[in-house]
């Protein structure tokens, strides 16, 4: 088996071959074509020591190598694509492989060989019925000057330290920080906690913003200010099956509580929930606690007095008077008695409700753009609610990764567009997105951990770069190529316009994260 040659850059493949590929002349993806509910989990793009290893195992000379686990309903497929030297090696593959697959689940085309691997047979068809592949583009004209930016501008991070020292140039230009993840993964939680510590600490940051509905943020609230644990012991056992309900994150919020205490008066953080409410009775709960706080008679003869009959099994909402239910308490916060008993906390209700509310409108919502530009719309409206305007108050959140891109993407205005759009906070949004590469998370439904990486490029320079640690990337350095051009290097859907750093100005590239461990509730 002679040696590879340095990988060239594949730009098309001609086709010809007896049984013909998947749609598509290339080997990357068109996300577009990924049927309804599906999603790419980890994609993979073989660096020169895997081609050699699959080249000995079965006799060929592989010259490309790119697999996509795909996650559709009821399960996952792996599809592989091979590209060798010659047709005539192409075909000697695709006969092996016949002998340990159907016919279905192998095609050619030309020097391409595809694969595929799945315990549900019945997602093959419909992956073969959908699934398009483009030819790889063109990388930036001068390959080099990439490289050298890129050696230029990262900077390994062995400690919390190596991160926060070069995070503290970007102080004095944001106001709002935003941190973009894949959920699943124990190194989310570990990094919220460091970052947290150091914006609150050193950064001047004031508001923590959080993907969490305020109900849940009410209970977390009480939680860091009073360590009475069997309120976090109640969200975490009312919202198990989300990501949120990791013992990662658990421990997350242990920090948080001794973070508080740790902290003189003038910089204790406030916990901004700003999510829709996802948890109905969870919402209820928290205003009910609220009442009992209160501790007023006069409410008990106000419409209010029915979220603790709906709690005790006593009223009954149906579905379909959902909507006027909570639409009739918002209205109850109107009136006199009612504003003179609460207080201030008549703001935490109306937060509360109109948030169930907007997640009610949600459900009505077939389209998943829609139902993405909605949820972030009504993200902002909290954010709005509850940013102290004129302040100069600065800001810290790590939510899901679209979430942060500063710029359309999907059709859908993300949180941090609408953020970056307001006046006060215009030019002001910092947005780090983490790139995961060889790693794991966390698979919600069924609480088993899953590869997953989310890098469409070649993440090979950065994890040369990175030599096994975390790598962290400033994309908008002092004559950068993501200034100038759309280098769009993730697993989701490539925006239309702009370039890079119109969406984020930092990447922190993690290799070989662990998925987070299921939450148990103490014995």
């Known amino acids: 088996m002679k040696r590879l040659a340095p990988l060239l850059l594949l730009v098309c493949l001609l086709p010809s071959g007896l049984a013909a590929a998947w749609e598509g002349e290339g080997t990357l993806l068109d996300l577009s074509s990924l049927p309804e509910d599906w999603e790419v989990i980890w994609e993979y793009w073989a660096p020169v020591r895997d081609l050699n290893a699959f080249s000995e195992r079965w006799g060929v000379n592989a010259v490309w190598l790119r697999d996509y686990f795909l996650g559709g309903p009821p399960g996952t497929i792996w599809v592989k694509l091979a590209v060798l030297e010659t047709e005539a090696e192409a075909q000697a593959l695709y006969d092996l492989y016949l002998d340990l697959h159907t016919p279905d689940e192998v095609s050619i085309r030309g020097r391409r060989v595809l694969e595929v691997v799945t315990e549900y047979p019945e997602l093959i068809p419909v992956a073969r019925a959908s ?242 530009a909605q949820r972030d719309r009504a993200m902002y409206e909290n954010f709005m609610k509850q940013a102290v305007n004129g302040s100069g108050e600065k800001f810290f959140g790590q939510w899901g990764l679209n979430h942060v891109f500063q710029k359309e993407q999907m059709g859908v205005t993300w949180l941090a567009t609408a953020i970056d759009q307001t006046d006060e906070f215009s030019g002001r949004v910092f947005s780090m997105v983490l790139v995961y590469h060889d790693s794991y998370y966390l698979e919600r439904e069924t609480n088993r951990p899953r590869h997953f990486g989310n890098y469409a490029w070649r993440a090979y320079l950065l994890a040369e770069l990175a030599a096994g640690e975390p790598l962290l990337v400033k994309l908008d350095g002092a004559g950068s190529p993501f200034d100038q051009v759309l280098e769009w290097k993730l697993s989701v859907v490539e925006p239309t316009q702009g370039v890079t750093t119109d969406y984020f100005q930092y990447i922190l590239f993690i290799p070989g994260a662990k998925a987070s461990t299921p939450w148990a509730a103490a014995p």
């Open 131 to 372: 699934l398009k592949f483009q030819c790889e583009p063109m990388e930036m004209e001068d390959k080099s000057a990439v490289r050298d930016y890129l050696a230029a501008w990262s900077w390994p991070v062995k400690s919390w330290a190596d991160l926060t020292d070069r995070l503290g140039a970007e102080l004095d230009q944001y106001r709002v920080f935003l941190v973009g993840e894949s959920h699943g993964s124990a190194f989310n939680q570990q990094l919220e906690s460091a970052l947290v510590e150091f914006f609150v600490r050193e950064g001047g940051v004031g508001s923590l913003l959080l993907e969490l509905p305020p109900s849940v943020v009410g209970f977390l609230r009480e939680y860091v200010q009073t360590g009475d644990e069997a309120l976090l012991q109640l969200v975490f056992s009312s919202v198990q099956g989300t990501y949120f309900c990791t013992q990662d994150n658990y421990a997350h919020w242990q920090r948080m509580r001794a973070l508080w205490q740790s902290l003189p008066q003038e910089k204790k953080f406030r916990l901004i929930g700003l999510d829709v409410e996802h948890h109905s009775i969870l919402a209820l709960r928290y205003l009910q606690y609220l009442l009992d706080k209160v501790g007023s008679s006069s409410l008990s003869q106000t419409k209010l007095a029915q979220i603790g009959a709906v709690l005790r099994g006593e009223l009954r909402v149906a579905n379909t008077e959902v909507v006027p239910f909570v639409s009739g308490l918002l209205q109850e916060l109107e009136r006199e008695v009612v504003q003179a008993e609460l207080g201030e906390l008549v703001n935490e209700f109306e937060l509360v409700l109109t948030s169930l509310l907007a997640s009610f409108q949600l459900t009505t919502l077939g389209d998943s753009q829609e139902w993405n």
